[in-house]
């Protein structure tokens, strides 16, 4: 096996590649280096493994995540759940495994020459030691039923009684193009308003520009009011019969109204209209409220893996680091107008 870098001039072999590869992800869309690299200025490193006839079998996409306060890092694939190496269809066991442990030495080998602290992979795949794996946080896969009715019948009881009392309430939800100005710029408000009150800087409204432009053919935008005013928003993706809310918020007014259940209804909704056959819910920690809130949908829990190498005697998880929960606990506090305009900046180095 050889190791390339995939530049622009040599896209067409990576969406071939990803696209005979079952086990890829959105993450391993060539256009998320452009989203991330355009918004933040980080520099891509999309690996290739060749066979001996010089064929690509399999993928790993890399962003070097520059961070003061954190320490750079080589992630696949950061501000997303899933990443890491994928594999093309029919490859036997041995070229399997040739392939990912020569990805996984390149990429370290790239990442010390970059003087990256940590190299880091998320992925449903996990690493092995020395790669320090995280399985604090877990995903929850919803089967999706043909018709919205027998997705009903399929919730669970007080999940169908909450939706029941929805419809009294006369929410107005909408999904739209999620290239329309007017809309994003909802979403923007709402997810921005959302994350200052978890203690989370945001990204920023280039960020989203850029996503919503890479991604147009594959992301929607919901929105749902509450006497006129959007108290919810979404932006929905569908990869390959998969759908995600990645990106989500709701303000305070959003509770007594139960306006995140509606957003979520409308985007199980919306995967069944499109013909997927799964939603997934994305990754959190078990036991919180966040957790609760989806297993009381009814999905299956999937164990993702966050694999890191520390790369620097004193390297840490950024979690682990009490500047981030200084910061966490500070943000909470902090003037909507102020955390709009200074989240992105801080965002950008928080790969998580």
């Known amino acids: 096996m050889t190791v390339v870098v995939c530049s622009e001039n040599r896209r067409t072999d990576w969406d071939d590649l990803i696209a005979q590869c079952a086990d890829a992800t959105s993450g391993h869309l060539w256009q998320w280096r452009d989203v991330v690299g ?9 690996l290739i493994a060749q066979d001996s006839r010089g064929r690509p079998v399999a993928a790993a996409p890399f962003i070097f995540v520059r961070s003061l306060l954190y320490g750079s890092e080589l992630s696949s694939m950061p501000y997303l759940d899933y990443g890491g190496i994928c ?17 996984i030495n390149y990429a370290r ?88 009150d978890l203690g989370s800087p945001t990204h920023g409204r280039r960020f989203f520009s850029n996503l919503v432009n890479g991604f147009r053919d594959r992301l929607s935008l919901i929105r749902v009011r509450s006497k006129g005013r959007v108290v919810a928003a979404g932006l929905a993706m569908n990869f390959r019969g998969s759908m995600m809310l990645p990106w989500s918020g709701a303000t305070f007014e959003a509770r007594p109204v139960y306006a995140t259940n509606a957003l979520y209804w409308r985007a199980i909704q919306l995967g069944i209209e499109s013909g997927c056959h799964t939603f997934d819910f994305g ?23 966050w694999s890191t190498l520390y ?42």
């Not at 355009?38 to 999309?46: E, L, N, P, R």
């Not at 399997?96 to 990805?103: T, V």
């Not at 620097?312 to 102020?338: D, F, N, Y």
């Open 87 to 103: 594999h093309a269809d029919g490859l036997d066991s041995a070229s399997r495994n040739a392939a990912q442990a020569d990805l």
């Open 283 to 305: 990754r959190s920690s078990v036991g919180s409220g966040i957790f609760e809130f989806k297993r009381q949908w009814g999905p299956t829990p999937v164990q993702p893996y």
């Open 38 to 46: 355009s918004a933040y200025g980080f520099d891509s490193h999309y």
């Open 311 to 352: 790369l620097s005697p004193h390297a840490s998880a950024p979690r682990e680091r009490k500047s981030l929960q200084t910061i966490s606990r500070l943000w909470r506090h902090m003037p909507l107008g102020v955390a709009r305009a200074f989240g992105p900046g801080l965002r950008r180095g928080i790969s998580n």
């Open 109 to 196: 080998e790239l990442a010390s020459k970059l003087r990256a602290k940590r190299l880091h992979i998320r992925s449903l795949m996990q690493m092995e030691p020395p790669f320090e794996v995280s399985t604090e946080k877990v995903a929850q896969h919803l089967s999706l039923s043909s018709t919205i009715d027998e997705q009903m019948r399929r919730l669970p009881s007080e999940r169908r009684n909450r939706l029941k009392r929805i419809e009294k309430l006369q929410l107005g939800v909408d999904v739209t193009d999620a290239t329309d100005p007017a809309a994003l710029a909802d979403f923007c408000a709402t997810y921005s308003e959302n994350m200052r």
